[in-house]
C-alpha cells in the first residue's frame, strides 16, 4: 500500500492512517519503501516587495496639527491694505451739511451723500444708507445685518446687536477716505437713541435747517470726552437745525453711513 503526504493550499497535512511523517515544515515522501526518503522544504516567512516606494510629504506641507502656520486672510485687520477702499462699509462722512444744516433732504437725500462719497473712495458697489432715524423708521433697521469694517479694514462691529452694545472707538470712526474726523466736528447727526430706535429730535424728519427745530446727535469720539452717558449714536440734542446751531455745539452736519451688503 502506498503512502503518501498531502498538500493542501501550501499547507502540510500530516495522515497519520496513511503513514506521512512530517517534521516542522518539512514533508517526507515515503513512496519509494522509505529507502530513498525526498524532503522538500516550504518557506513559511513574508518577504516584503522589493518596490515598495516610502510615502513622504511634500516638502511644502504644514506639519500635521501645526495649526500655528495657518492663517485666515480672509479677515481684514491690516491699515496697509491695498483693497480697503473696497472691502469698507462703514464711515463718517468727510463733509458737513453745508448751509443746509439739518435739511439733508430726508432719508433719501442722506443715502445719496452716502452712495456718492463711497462711489468716489471706490466702494461704490454696495449699498449705503444713513445711519438716521425718524418717525416711524429706525436707524438700525436701514444698515443692514454686518459685520462693518472702516476705510482701513478695522471691525466696527459684528452684526446689529453688537453695534449698539458698545461704543466704536474713536480711532476707528473714520471718514472714507480715511482721515480722522476733526473734534470740533465731532457732533454726528443721528436722531436716534443709544438701542438703535427712533428719538423724537430729527430735524423734521431731516428736512429742516430752522432753529426752532432740533436733531439728536451723537458723538463719534465718545469714549474720549470723559462722559459716561456719551455714546456714538447719542450724546446730546442740538441746539438747533441751522447750520450755525449745529456748528456752535461741535458739529458741522456729518452723518455715519454703513453698507447693507
Same mark, same amino acid.
Given at each position: 500500500m502506498k503512502r503518501r503526504g498531502i498538500l493542501v493550499l501550501g499547507a502540510v497535512v500530516c495522515g497519520v492512517a496513511v503513514g506521512v511523517a512530517c517534521s516542522g515544515s518539512e514533508s517526507t515522501d515515503l513512496s519509494d519503501g522509505g529507502t530513498s526518503p525526498t524532503t522538500t522544504s516550504t518557506s513559511t516567512g513574508t518577504t516584503p516587495p522589493t518596490n515598495t516606494v516610502p510615502t513622504t510629504p511634500p516638502v511644502d506641507a504644514a506639519p500635521p496639527g501645526d495649526a500655528s502656520t495657518v492663517t485666515d486672510s480672509s479677515t481684514p485687520t491690516d491699515a496697509s491694505r491695498t483693497d480697503a477702499g473696497t472691502s469698507m462699509s462703514f464711515f463718517v462722512t468727510s463733509t458737513g451739511s453745508g448751509n443746509s444744516g439739518g435739511n439733508l433732504g430726508g432719508l433719501a437725500g442722506a443715502d445719496t451723500k452716502c452712495q456718492t462719497l463711497a462711489t468716489a473712495a471706490g466702494a461704490g458697489g454696495r449699498t449705503w444708507r444713513a445711519y438716521l432715524s425718524i418717525t416711524g423708521t429706525n436707524a438700525r433697521d436701514r444698515i443692514g445685518t454686518g459685520p462693518w469694517y472702516n476705510q482701513k479694514g478695522a471691525m466696527i462691529a459684528a452684526?446689529?446687536?453688537?453695534?449698539?452694545?458698545? *461704543?466704536?472707538? &474713536?480711532?476707528?470712526?473714520? *471718514?472714507?477716505?480715511?482721515?480722522?474726523?476733526? $473734534? #470740533? %466736528?465731532?457732533?454726528?447727526?443721528? =436722531?436716534? /437713541?443709544?438701542?438703535? $430706535?427712533?428719538?423724537? &429730535? $430729527?430735524?423734521?424728519?431731516?428736512? +429742516? #435747517?430752522?432753529?426752532n427745530q432740533t436733531g439728536f446727535l451723537g458723538h463719534n469720539d465718545s %469714549?474720549? !470726552? =470723559?462722559? /459716561?452717558?456719551?455714546?456714538? /449714536? /447719542?450724546?446730546?440734542? +442740538?441746539? =438747533?437745525? +441751522? %447750520?450755525? &446751531?449745529?456748528?456752535? !455745539? =461741535?458739529? +458741522?452736519?456729518?452723518i455715519y453711513c454703513f453698507a447693507t451688503n
Open positions: 452684526n446689529v446687536a453688537a453695534l449698539h452694545a458698545t *461704543d466704536i472707538l &474713536a480711532v476707528n470712526a473714520i *471718514d472714507e477716505t480715511g482721515a480722522v474726523v476733526p $473734534t #470740533n %466736528q465731532h457732533d454726528i447727526l443721528t =436722531g436716534t /437713541n443709544a438701542d438703535g $430706535t427712533a428719538n423724537a &429730535a $430729527t430735524c423734521n424728519g431731516w428736512t +429742516s #435747517n430752522a432753529g %469714549q474720549t !470726552t =470723559g462722559n /459716561n452717558a456719551d455714546r456714538w /449714536n /447719542n450724546a446730546h440734542v +442740538s441746539g =438747533g437745525c +441751522s %447750520q450755525g &446751531a449745529l456748528t456752535n !455745539t =461741535g458739529g +458741522s452736519g456729518r
